[in-house]
């Protein structure tokens, strides 16, 4: 039997699941973090090194620090962005793995098909 303090706990797990695939649901996103992986940087360098504008990188590192995906640090007049937590770049190549093996799955019965 699930208890009511059970049940607010599971959703509250639930909720936080979710905001944090909410802040891996877009394609910049997801390259900032990639970016991010080897080593801090300033929002100039990571917008110069995306192709992006430096107020959508600092628009997508906004989302990314209010989930708790990447860190800001002040040193000076310059603010270095760091992921919070290596695993994310984990978690992702993880969904790469599983998009790769679907799509190998898809190609194989089209092939199939054909012959």
């Given at each position: ?21 909410s ?11 990639y ?26 590192l ?54």
């Amino acid at each position: 039997m699930i208890t009511a303090m059970d049940q607010h706990l599971r959703d509250e797990v639930a909720q936080l699941h979710a905001q944090l695939c909410s802040g891996l649901a877009d394609t910049n996103r997801i390259l900032i973090i990639y970016a991010l992986a080897e080593h801090g940087m300033k929002v100039g360098t990571l917008a110069d090194l995306l192709g992006l504008s430096q107020t959508t990188t600092s628009r997508h590192l906004k989302i990314l620090r209010e989930r708790g995906i990447v860190q800001a640090e002040r040193d000076g007049q310059s603010v270095y962005y760091s992921l919070a937590d290596q695993r994310v770049v984990e978690a992702l190549n993880l969904l790469r793995a599983v998009m790769t093996d679907h799509l190998g799955n898809r190609m194989s019965l089209v092939l199939n098909q054909k012959n």
